[in-house]
């Protein structure tokens, strides 16, 4: 990210704001979508955590820390989102899956159950997953973009990837069980 | 974006999953954002970087008001007035408007939902300040009450902006009960106090 911009924007030259927004929209939509699974919800996530860096921008000490700071304002951004929505436990409405169906209806019904126990994560959960495993960071990292200490990272991890493996395997002693019948 | 970590099949199936969905947001939201900040002001700055103006001028201002103070008291009172500590001078830039929190807000609460990461946890109110305790977690800043909006600021859990201001809108139910509503707040406290219910502890 172009620091001059930043310290443009941070002095309130909404031209500098318009080509940052434009600049991080991208990356901030597919995190959002990823969080919130809903693209509708994301979109509003997004814009809300626009105007907010923009309203704060000025407070931001290390212009270099702008990116890793607007994640933390769209990841707050969608944790209000989803309370507001109250959709976060919503789920899918998704249609009983025919274990004797193929590989290829199989691995969507595998996806589906992801996606499922995905959105019973709670929002935090949510999000610590998606940082690691979408933007690849390290805990360490996810810790100081978050503004948590990383011990909280850690378990928060924890937590999220034994509620996805137990998905993952309910689902495997599923399938293996349909392959009985 | 996607890395590969270790040969964790759960880790391998996340990496896919996450890594499905759309990459590209509608060039309209953007614009739809951009619009509202043309109407909505920038906060103050006051987290920006120490800077010898900036300093030399805060200081001859304080310099004027305490020499104005004394010359004033001199002239006024009949014993000398001791001059305010600038320790003390709050800055206009970098307190919101408000005042202390009152007394029916003061005090200790435990939250009647647990943090997301299931811990009991408390929020202590009091003069200009604020602490929030999770666990062995332990947070807090300086506040401020203007009428029903509850004003957070300074954290120390806020690190990337300093002095990110949270607005959250108290009410005290008639059972004593405080309810917080989020107005906005871009720190990590927003997880344990937006849209939170809190009992008094004393």
Redesign the interface.
């Known amino acids: 990210m172009d620091r001059r911009l930043v310290e443009r924007a ?1 002095d ?1 030259d ?1 031209a500098a ?2 080509d940052l ?2 600049g991080i ?2 990356r ?3 995190v959002a ?2 969080t919130l699974r809903d ?1 509708g919800l994301a ?1 509003d996530a ?2 809300q955590a ?3 860096i ?9 212009p270099d ?1 702008f990116m ?2 607007s994640y ?2 769209l990841v ?1 951004a969608c ?2 989102e989803g ?1 507001r929505q109250r959709r976060w436990d919503a789920g899918l409405r998704l249609v009983p899956t025919d274990r004797t169906l193929g590989d290829a209806t199989a691995a969507v019904a595998d ?1 589906d159950e ?1 996606e499922r126990a ?1 959105r019973h994560l ?4 949510r999000a610590v ?2 940082l690691q ?4 960071m390290t805990m360490s990292q996810i810790a ?6 990383v011990g ?1 990272v850690r ?2 991890l924890h ?1 999220a ?1 034994d509620a ?2 137990a998905a ?1 395997d309910a689902e495997a002693r599923l399938a293996a069980g349909g392959e009985r019948w | ?3 590969k970590r270790d040969s964790d ?3 391998e ?3 896919s ?3 499905e ?7 309209l ?2 614009e ?3 619009a ?3 109407t ?10 120490w800077s010898p103006f900036r300093a030399l001028a805060v200081a001859a201002a304080l310099v004027l008001l305490v020499t104005g103070g004394l010359v004033v008291g001199q002239l006024t009172a009949p014993h000398p007035v001791p001059s305010p500590s600038a320790s003390v001078l709050p800055s206009a830039e970098a307190w919101p408007s408000g005042g202390p929190v009152p007394g029916s807000l003061a005090g200790s609460w435990a939250g009647t939902n647990r943090d ?2 299931g811990l009991s946890i408390s929020l202590s109110l009091g003069g200009n300040a604020y602490s929030l305790a999770s666990g062995s ?1 332990h947070h807090g800043g300086k506040v401020v009450v203007d009428g029903d909006r509850l004003l957070l600021f300074d954290g120390d ?9 949270g607005e959250y809108r108290w009410t005290l139910s008639g059972d004593g009960m405080l309810s917080l509503q ?1 107005i ?5 406290r ?2 344990n106090l ?2 939170s219910t809190w009992d008094r502890i004393r």
């Open positions: 941070q309130g909404e704001f318009a927004a434009f929209g991208d901030l939509y597919a979508y990823r693209g979109e997004v814009q626009l105007v907010t923009w309203q704060q921008l000025p407070g931001l000490r290390d820390a890793a700071w933390r304002v707050n944790y209000a309370r996806r992801l995905f709670p929002p935090d959960q997953l998606v495993h979408y933007l690849g100081a973009t978050l503004g948590i200490p909280t378990s928060r937590f990837r996805m493996r993952i | 974006m996607v890395r099949p759960v880790d199936i996340l990496d999953f996450l890594g969905g759309p990459v590209e947001i509608d060039g939201v953007i739809e954002a951009l509202r900040i043309s909505t002001p920038q906060r103050g700055a006051m987290g920006r970087p997301p990461g977690e859990g806020c690190v990337a902006l300093p002095g990110g201001i989020l906005q707040d871009p720190c990590p927003v997880d937006g849209d």
